[in-house]
RNA sequence: GCUCCGGUAGUAUAGCCCGGUCAAGUAUUCCGGCCUUUCGAGCCGGAGACGCGGGUUCAAAUCCCGCCCGGAGCACCA
């Protein structure tokens, strides 16, 4: 048996699974099937030569955990029909949501960590005249209005469904101020272009929605235009525009935004467009984090978050500093897929699939929270410590450590939650070590006494097997916990050849990602 | 309040359209065991759910009605 095991494992794999693809075919299908299984179908993505999705943030902040959802299920739908994901930004609100410059690159490395790179980029700020096009159409065509009642007014009027004065006048008459409003003959709030839907629609919010007003950008310059447009699209008219004009097959997006699809089908009614399929996903959460932009922003202005990539929140910078990689993110995303109801996500359920994903790569080392010192006496000779870099790599290399014991004695740190669980009179394994029998506990410090080297002794003994640094061969270590807070200990000397971005696991401590290496260490946990 | 949309174990999800094979599957979590020089991973076993009440039916997680609960929208925001 285990002759013929080691003569195919010998077979390079690709003739391994020639062999099998011609002797048990339906081994191979089996497991194909499993790994398709992942994303339900998308509805009538045969109907579309080509399937288009989108992901449209505005780039007032940075992407967090609750976009997770619309970027890789857009893109990943995208991918699986061999179709096109397109990034699209939507800043078109120069005053109340104004854009930042620095989040339209931010969202693009999140984006590309995420590996949903976009096939093509568009911004709606640069394409302000596409839009007074179709707003001169739909006034030309009957379809919209200006409107330069007071909203008050309006609102009433909305409310027992008859129209306002601006709605019956003559397209020609529309027109007429339709330019004024471009010419900027009107300032802030006093007209703006409704699109006519029914105005019996039983949701007063669809009657003649809003598709364009006037900013006063002399006050509010948007970022990347300045004052040059005064005009401004809202968002059911530039999104949903856009979504036809760009080819948009399959809109992926919240909930929040299905009367925001009901409204925009009244204007596709109009230019003679059909709407695309539209699915709208449910709420995500996740617990003990904001997930909304205004808490974030406003936790970063009060000071109450470090930065964007604060281990507390759930953004992708932060996420990522933590080491929780991106196909955790993704797995989570898939799992959940597009339901309509809304989810609590869990971290536990985030971490373990990110701890899976890690396991089998990362390398293991010794870290000591809360050092104190263990001194061995009774030491007869030098030994050496050879421990793997991964317990199933042995090719990858280990670390060494040898104790020299002066007068039979060393100093060694362990933390101090070994040291509480531990009494005099206690055999304890030291891990690669060796055994020691516990002679006194003291509140700074522990004298043991060197047992044997045999770790099958420890084994029978029941000895705890607890991890160790000599002291000298050491280095300080801090590391950010999740919650903000800093683990303060000892790591092992190996640890300086550790570079930023890495990503290891220290003992029965955690995962954490190296973030910066000198004298001492910085790390950012990730979880157990 | 009005207009929508939801409700399967602690969490997430499959099943619901096309009723029976569902005394409800999967992942995670928790517990126990095995394995292992980590309290990690792996392996084995176990715990844990159809919001409530009616109805239709031989049969309902699945269909119908009512209720309850949760969420979203009701901006000259996106």
């Known amino acids: 048996m285990n002759k013929i095991v080691g003569e195919v494992n010998a077979l390079p794999a690709s003739e391994q699974k020639r062999i099998i693809e011609e002797k048990w075919p339906e081994l191979l299908q089996r497991e194909k099937t499993e790994e398709e299984k992942r994303l339900p179908p998308l509805p009538n993505a045969e109907k579309y030569p080509m399937v288009v999705t989108r992901f449209s943030p505005n780039p007032d902040c940075v992407l967090h955990l609750g976009s997770a959802r619309a970027i890789i299920l857009s893109h990943d739908y995208a991918r699986i029909h061999r179709g096109k994901f397109i990034l699209r930004f939507e800043d078109t609100d120069p005053k109340l949501k104004r854009p930042v410059p620095e989040f339209y690159d931010s969202i693009r490395e999140d984006l590309k960590w995420l590996e949903c790179k976009p096939d093509e980029e568009y911004i709606q700020s640069d394409r302000i005249p596409i839009y007074y096009e179709y707003a001169e159409k739909l006034l030309k065509d009957g379809n919209a209005y200006v409107c330069t009642c007071q909203p008050q007014a309006f609102r009433m009027r909305i409310l027992a469904q008859e129209p306002c004065p601006c709605r019956n006048l003559p397209p020609e008459e529309q027109l007429e101020r339709w330019s004024r409003m471009l010419n900027g003959e009107y300032k802030e709030g006093e007209a703006v272009l409704r699109v006519k839907t029914d105005l019996t629609h039983p949701n007063p919010a669809v009657r003649d929605w809003p598709a364009l007003r006037i900013i006063d950008t002399e006050k509010f310059p948007h970022p990347r235009t300045g004052s040059k447009y005064m005009v401004w699209p809202l968002y059911n008219f530039a999104c949903g525009l856009d979504d036809h004009l760009m080819g948009v097959t399959h ?278």
Not at 307 to 322: E, H, V
Not at 459 to 480: F, N, S, T, Y
Not at 484 to 494: D, S, T
Request: proline residues 5%; aromatic residues 12%; charged residues 25%.
């Open 251 to 528: 809109i992926i997006r919240g909930k929040e935004h299905f009367t925001n699809m009901i409204r925009q089908e009244y204007m596709y009614r109009h230019l003679g467009w059909r709407y695309p399929e539209a699915i709208h996903y449910g709420r995500l959460k996740i617990k003990g984090a904001y997930l909304s932009k205004s808490k974030i922003v406003q936790g970063i202005r009060e000071g109450q978050y470090w930065s964007w990539d604060d281990p507390r929140l759930a953004t992708f910078a932060a996420l990522r500093k933590r080491g929780i990689t991106p196909a955790a993110i993704r797995k989570l995303i898939l799992d959940v897929g597009l339901k309509a109801a809304d989810v609590v996500l869990s971290w536990e359920n985030l971490y373990a699939y990110n701890r899976k994903i890690l396991d089998p790569h990362v390398t293991r080392y010794f870290f000591v929270k809360d050092p104190v010192q263990l001194s061995v006496s009774g030491i007869p000779k030098p030994i050496t410590a050879r421990i793997r870099l991964h317990p199933e790599h042995p090719e990858w290399g280990f670390r060494e450590y040898t104790v020299t014991p002066e007068e039979g004695k060393v100093l060694l740190w362990i933390s101090r939650a070994d040291m509480e669980a531990i009494s005099a009179g206690k055999t304890v394994r030291l891990m690669e070590l060796f055994n020691v029998k516990v002679e006194k506990v003291e509140v700074y410090a522990v004298e043991a006494k060197f047992l044997s080297e045999s770790y099958q002794e420890a084994r029978e003994l029941g000895a705890p097997l607890i991890h160790w640094v000599i002291v000298g061969a050491d280095m300080p270590c801090k590391i950010i916990m999740p919650n903000a807070a800093v683990a303060e200990g000892i790591a092992e000397a190996a640890c300086k050849r550790l570079k930023p971005d890495m990503i290891v696991q220290f003992e029965r401590f955690g995962f954490v990602r190296i973030e910066k290496v000198n004298a001492g260490l910085t790390a950012y946990y990730a979880h157990k």
